[in-house]
């Protein structure tokens, strides 16, 4: 169960999904994000669904904040 398992993580995590998903749920993303023990952990949603491409912002953010946190 990834809720239960988030409880007791603390590494850096950036949690994305995509507003339409239908396979893996946004509100998967939400409950694991609430559930993770870690500080350093960022929740977004961009538009389109599980295959469409993210945005170039999301992109540059993501790669930003792995780029602070490895």
């Keep these: 169960n990834p ?3 988030a409880k007791s993580c603390e590494s850096p995590v950036f949690f994305l999904h995509g507003n339409q998903d239908d396979f893996i749920l946004p509100e998967h993303s939400q409950k ?3 559930s993770y023990a870690g500080a350093n952990k960022i929740l977004k949603g961009c ?3 599980h295959n469409t491409p993210r945005p170039h912002d999301i992109n540059d953010e993501v790669a930003a904040f792995l780029k602070q946190h490895l």
Excluded: M, Q, R, W
Aim: aromatic share 0%; charged share 35%; proline share 0%.
């Design 47 to 49: 538009e389109g669904d």
């Design 3 to 5: 809720e239960t398992a």
């Design 32 to 34: 694991n994000h609430a």
